[in-house]
Nanobody
């Protein structure tokens, strides 16, 4: 009932930049929080950055000062601007969205994940 479409991943050299985007669509009433996680091979999925409706932002220590998360509420889209990329940033990046959707005559909460987009930083 909620679809997330990610884009913007790719291959970049150390020090380069990439911008990820994730657009949510479906029977969405409201979105409470949006964010990005990443998972490197053989590792668990870790938080990168989140932003809630009030604009409160949380970053992983490893990306502070290099990554910037933002959202466009009119488009239900979240962005991740990644600068000064390092090889250790290489991972599959997943966006997530949580909020309320309509379900028949009712509303219920939801959490959805994107399909993942590969980011590879070469040394």
């Amino acid at each position: 009932q909620v679809q997330l479409v990610e884009s913007g991943g790719g291959l970049v050299q150390t020090g380069g930049s990439l911008r990820l985007s994730c657009a949510a669509s479906g029977s969405i009433v409201s979105i409470n929080a949006m964010g990005w996680y990443r998972q490197a091979p053989g590792k668990q999925r870790d938080l990168v950055a989140t932003i809630n409706t009030g604009g409160r932002i949380n970053y992983a220590d490893s990306v502070k000062g290099r990554f910037t998360i933002s959202r466009d509420n009119t488009k239900n889209t979240v962005y991740l601007q990644m600068n000064s990329l390092k090889p250790e940033d290489t991972a599959v990046y997943y966006c997530y969205v949580e909020g309320l959707i309509t379900a028949g005559s009712m509303r219920r909460s939801f959490t959805s994940w994107g399909q993942g987009t590969q980011v590879t930083v070469s040394s």
